[in-house]
């Protein structure tokens, strides 16, 4: 009799989850953003969001929810009911970078989530003062190892993208070159321009309109594919194999939301990011359009990223309790 019972139940479940995404969406989504109003991230899920009401027909409420690297918004949404209705717009860093900076991460980024798709991604240009003795990578590494300890480079912060990816090369040709870090880009670029600091990663809305003016030299970009941003800018791979590095944005949901909820939402993300609109969007946020994946392909990606940039937060050193 108990069988029976627990056998009922399981069906009465699957044709619950059935009805729910057949009927899915029919109330307001919430998409939670884990970084504070204004930034690249939040611009970005507002746009996704108000594309997605539209073809969804319901409301899609940003969520902000900033703090602790953006673990505090993830935690809410991996601890949220998974029914489609509570969105997270994910990072490389949400789900790459703070899980291994944390010492004590409260998620995990492969289990406690359900990738939904990939929307873009930053590539980062390595830029220099004009005076720097260098004009690609090659010679960049070559000075930092006639001159151990004489140059520094600039980041937005331990931890970060801009300072991960300048200490992945470090390690790997044994480079002395000395970290500052600073509390964002725009706080980093004077002393760039002035010779204080030698060398720094950069996204696009700033490295750009500098490389243009000639006010820094272009060494190359973090990404193994050219960029679309600006041409003459090699990838750093060209001199250095295997180096290709961006920093993607994402959404994903709470992991067990049912396959056809999913399978919804992706269809109409890559249907969004298929038009022409939104990708001279995504450029003009400083980000090369990502070719539009399924839920499977975005998991694949997120679950191999894991464990590249926790192997680059080991090289930096960097760590938080």
């Known amino acids: 009799m108990r069988k029976m019972l627990r056998a009922a ?3 009465l479940c699957v044709f619950a ?3 729910n995404a057949q009927t899915y969406p029919n109330k307001p989504i919430r998409l939670v953003v884990p970084y504070p109003p204004g930034a690249l991230t939040d611009l970005l899920g507002r746009a996704i969001g108000e594309r997605l ?3 969804l027909k319901q409301p899609v409420v940003v ?3 900033p703090g602790a690297g953006t673990l505090v918004g993830a935690e809410a ?3 949220s009911p998974a029914d489609g209705y509570t969105l997270l717009m994910a990072t490389s860093t949400t789900l790459g970078i703070s899980p291994a900076l944390y010492r004590k991460s409260p998620i995990d980024p492969v289990k406690d989530f359900a990738p939904v798709a990939q929307v873009g991604a930053v590539t980062f240009f390595l830029i220099a003062n004009p005076s720097f003795p260098a004009k690609n990578v090659k010679e960049m590494i070559a000075a930092a190892r006639a001159n151990p300890g004489k140059f520094n480079y600039a980041s937005v912060g331990n931890g970060s993208p801009h300072q991960l990816f300048m200490e992945v090369l470090k390690k790997e040709f044994g480079l002395d070159i000395q970290h500052i870090p600073y ?5 980093a670029l004077p002393d760039l321009l002035t010779g204080k600091v030698q060398l720094m990663f950069s996204d696009a809305t700033v490295a750009v309109p500098n490389i243009q003016s000639g006010r820094v030299v272009a060494l190359g970009t973090s990404s193994a594919k050219p960029t679309t941003l600006i041409a003459g800018v090699p990838p750093i791979a060209d001199s250095v194999p295997g180096f290709d590095w961006q920093a993607w944005q994402g959404v994903v949901a709470p992991a067990g939301t049912p396959p056809a909820i999913l399978a919804t939402l992706g269809a109409e993300l890559q249907r969004i990011q298929s038009t022409p609109e939104f990708r001279a969007l995504l450029v003009k ?3 090369d359009p990502s070719t539009p994946n399924t839920p499977e392909q ?3 990606i997120v679950k191999s990223d894991v464990g590249r940039w926790a192997k680059a937060v080991a090289a930096s050193g960097a760590a938080v309790d």
Not at 183 to 187: Q, V
Request: charged share 15%.
């Open 298 to 300: 975005f998991a694949a």
């Open 17 to 19: 989850l059935s009805a």
């Open 77 to 79: 949404v991996a601890k």
């Open 53 to 55: 009401a539209a073809v």
């Open 63 to 65: 969520d902000n929810r």
């Open 285 to 287: 946020f400083g980000m």
């Open 183 to 187: 509390k964002g880009t725009l706080a």
């Open 9 to 11: 139940a399981l069906l």
